[in-house]
């Protein structure tokens, strides 16, 4: 029994003492290359940080409005935001790196969807900003449209405009990603149709209104009309 | 420089007059109904105080639908109505051409001074389609002062109705007049006399497919002569009377345009209006006289709503574009007109600030120009809404004081225009976080009178 057990203790410490004789190396080339990553990443976000201004970007932030898209402006100076981004992906390549010295299979294919999907994701990430720059910048023309026309709630019409705009860029990132594309664009289409229902039904019950108003007064109309101009006087 | 961009039409009008001493221009979209008129007093004028120039009369009109053009070529002056003490010696040529480019009255002008040039006239007047209230005498007081008395730039000083040209007496009038020292009275009435020197001057520029080209014409021209120390008169012309505006035309587009030119040629003549400290008189020619005016129909309630409505939605625009003291001044007037209606008064300084607040904004860029002046309409609104109240029952002398006032507080406002010009960029970002976290914390300069 004793025997048996010492046998079997032998041979699993001998596995053990296989496999760590196998990944050890190869564990130490990967910490290697994680630290080598890690000094690497902090080294050019310091440099990054203290060199790069980046004032013209800045500027395109707060102009475009996703700095204040993101709710967070203070952070999304550009030379942290190109900071951390550099960072990043110093630390995510490192890994990368340290992955494939294990030359296992499954490693190798982490390694390799990884790979395939960083561009993707770069150009996702890269569509969602372009997105959200749009959907702000027409968020706010429709704001500003629809307080100079007098319109009811014209929040709700900025933000109508913003969650289209910025809900069609998910739609399109996800499609690239290939991330349940057909659950997104069938999500955005469903609020797209209801939202046109909604402002169809709106506007038919309105018109219907403004249309009897408008035969039951046809005489003094454009009398009224000249009144309620706002631009008379320029 | 820019190209000549004469359309194929003005060269074969070129072909049949070859030289012109005086060009006539009038630019016109749709104005079949009232460019007769103008054609009319236009020709009068030249055979009647011009008999020994060639003249030529240029359409430029903007592809109107409604026969302008033909109406332009048909019009026949009356001749046995028009008792003249000269004989015209040479024609009154008339041409109606369609100008290519961005629509718009600044490409009409650009052809006009295109067919000056070519012309070699000496000097050139333009005058608007719509007017109802042109005469001949219009054409003399134009072109004289350029052809006899050497100036380069006669601007039109009329009679308007209190309440009718507000871009001009709140904003366009006061600023021009601080900012180049000189007191043209209507820096944007769209009725020029302009000598040769000049009109190759404005032609030699390269910004003419900007906002110039469409309602920015009049201050661009206008601006241009003040800046460059070309010799600008005026010449009183009487009233000002033209057609009712299209309804369906989007009139707020004029406010942008006209301040967005405004703010953009203020920054390109920054070294000049600096060093200018005061205002002075210009020349004024021909006789004043009172006339009677139509009235202009306001609509102050919904001024007001507008106004009320930009508070409660575009503070964090307008925190990006002024100084937190002014913002704090507009939303407490806003609560102050809530909680008592009768008051709402739009003090000059307020006002003054507001409109250096934007021209900075518009340099700096805080963000989307378009979306900067289109956010002014709301405040804009308030300020004459609360120039009709303050005015309702004033006689033109009172408000002409009352205007006078506001040239004098954006004369005074100056020293601090400049100061604040060169000031960096004021952290917008932290300007909007403070005015969504409930407003500024430095106690207003501007207390609003209630």
Known sequence: ?????????????????????????????????????????????????????????????????????????????????????????????????????????????IVETVAVLLPKLAIAVVLLLAGAWLAQFLGRSTLVWAVNEDLPRPRHWGNAVRALIFGLTVVVAADTLNFAPLAFLGTYLLLVAGLVLTLSLAIGLAGRETLRRHLSQEPAHSEEREHASLWNHL | ????????????????????????????????????????????????????????????????????????????????????????????????????????????????????????????????????????????????????????????????????????????????????????????GGDFGISAKLVSRYLERDDWETDVARFGIDIWLTTIALAEGYRVCQSFLGAKLHDAKDPGADLSAMLHQVVGSVFQLMAEYERQWRTVDSSSKVDLFGFRFDVGLEPVAVNVDRMIQTFLQGCDNLPEIWALAMQPAQLSAWLALARRFRDHPPAFVVEDELWVRTIHDFAR??????????????????????????????????????????????????????????????????????????????????????????
């Open chain 1, 1 to 109: 029994m004793s025997a048996s057990f010492a046998q079997l203790w032998e041979r699993t410490m001998g596995s053990i003492a296989d496999h760590m004789a196998r990944l050890l190396p190869p564990m130490l080339v990967a910490l290697i290359v994680l630290a080598a990553a890690y000094v690497l990443a902090r080294l050019a976000h310091w440099v990054l940080v203290h060199t790069f201004q980046g004032r013209a970007f800045d500027r395109f932030l707060s102009q475009s409005g996703i700095a204040h898209l993101l709710r967070r402006p203070r952070h999304w100076r550009s030379a942290r935001l190109v900071a951390d981004a550099v960072y990043a992906l110093v630390l995510v390549v490192g890994l990368l790196v340290a992955l494939s010295a294990f030359d296992s299979s499954a490693t190798t294919r």
């Open chain 2, 361 to 450: 904004a518009h340099r700096r860029r805080p963000l989307e120009r378009s979306h900067l002046l289109r956010s002014l309409t709301p405040l804009y609104l308030a300020r004459v809404a609360s120039f009709v109240r303050d005015t309702w029952d004033d006689g033109a002398a009172e408000v002409e004081d009352k205007i006078e006032r506001l040239c004098r507080c954006f004369e005074q406002e100056k020293p601090a225009l400049r100061a604040l010009w060169n000031q960096g960029p004021s952290p917008p970002i932290e300007a909007a976080e403070r005015a969504e976290a409930g407003g500024p914390e430095r106690k207003p300069e501007v207390e609003v009178k209630s």
């Open chain 2, 1 to 188: 420089m820019a190209q000549p961009v004469l359309p194929e039409e003005a060269l074969r009008c070129l072909n049949e007059v070859s030289k012109a001493d005086i060009v006539i221009g009038i630019p016109s979209y749709n104005n079949a109904r009232t460019i007769g008129h103008v054609v009319r007093a236009a020709q009068a004028g030249l055979s009647k105080y011009f008999p020994q120039y060639t003249s030529v009369i240029v359409n430029s009109d903007g592809a109107s639908t409604d026969g302008t053009r033909d109406q332009v070529l048909r019009t026949e002056i009356e001749e046995s109505h028009l008792l003249l003490l000269t004989t015209p010696l040479l024609a009154v040529h008339r041409l109606a051409v369609p100008y290519d480019g961005i629509p718009g009255k600044g490409s009409a002008f650009r052809l006009i001074f295109e067919l000056a040039r070519a012309l070699g006239a000496q000097a050139c007047a333009v005058v608007d389609a719509d007017l109802r209230s042109i005469t001949p005498e219009w054409i003399s007081l134009l072109v004289r002062p350029v052809l006899y008395c050497g100036h380069d730039f006669v601007a039109p000083y009329y009679h308007r109705h209190k309440f009718d040209g507000t871009i001009t007496n709140s904003i366009v009038y006061p600023l021009t007049r601080s900012l180049y020292g000189r007191q043209v009275r209507q820096p944007i």
